[in-house]
């Protein structure tokens, strides 16, 4: 007959269990949601605060420092004339589809730097110089080559991405245990089988980060683009709404730009990539760092 394990083998079990258990799961949700959505948003009426504080000290003229009151009036008047939300659509569609055309592009590009040696010896430091080159330098070329047109606007946007894209997914596929190519190898995995379920999913954390950076990339790109090449064929975007402010000295304008475009910054990564990365770190057992 099977023994019974003694009640001291069963505790030190039970409590190596409870160490492997995830933090979160011994906290109430009301109590993670408080944690998550608290921080920030004390954070953001300290800022409100120091800014109406600095504005009735009247440190600097009403041109330079508009009061909070009259930026929100400002972006309060796009939003009942329904153009804020034109504005946002003209720039995140074509953020999201340059960024996913850039997907499409620098996932197979960087499997191929990271595995070809001919491949990352030609082109691994051109990737790494595109992506330090400031994107609003493609501006003008691409408005040379493309004209006042989308393919302009996407093609500064893909310079941003791809480069960030590509080189997250080499630093990823550089860190996984030699081990494990080849077994997939031993058990008879080709090359595609290999790229994509070994590779790739060994490589996820740092393909997930070359993500993050390629759409920040991407995002700042499009700005960029947008700030330079204003058309009415382009229509009005974030970028266009900013230089609109700037060019009749709109400060509350300038100011409820600049908010938005930080706005859809941190919505896209609260919203995306952190529930993406805290997936992967769940899966792979890193709780401490969601903690």
Known sequence: MPTQPSPDFAALEAGLDALDAPQDARRPGW?????????????LLLILLVWQ?????AFWPEYKL??????????????????????????????????????VIATPLGLLVAKVRLVRSAIGPLLTGLQSLPSVAWVPAA????????????FVVLLGSVPSIANGL??????????????????????????????????????LAGLKQG???????????????TSPKLGIGLGTYLNQGQAFNDMPTVI?????????????ELVV?????????????LTGALS
């Open 256 to 268: 409820a730009a600049i908010l938005l475009i930080l706005l859809v910054g941190v919505g896209i």
């Open 66 to 103: 508009p009061a909070p009151l009259a930026v929100w009036g400002a972006f309060w008047d796009r939003v009942r004339d329904g153009e804020a939300l034109s504005i946002l659509w003209t720039s995140i569609h074509r953020a999201v589809l340059g960024f996913l055309a850039g997907m």
């Open 31 to 43: 109590r993670r949601f408080l944690r998550a959505v608290l921080p920030p948003v004390v954070a």
């Open 53 to 57: 504080a600095l504005w009735a000290a």
């Open 215 to 229: 759409w920040a990339f991407s995002w700042r790109s499009l700005m960029a683009a947008e700030l330079i090449a």
């Open 143 to 154: 408005i040379l080559w493309f004209g006042l047109n989308d393919a302009a606007i996407y």
């Open 170 to 207: 080499v630093a990823g596929v550089d860190q996984i245990p030699p081990i494990l190519p080849r077994v997939g190898r031993a058990l008879g995995a080709g090359r595609l089988a290999t790229a994509t379920h070994i590779l790739m999913p060994a490589a996820l954390p740092g393909y």
């Open 273 to 285: 990539f952190r529930p993406m990365e805290r997936s992967v770190l769940r899966t792979r057992g």
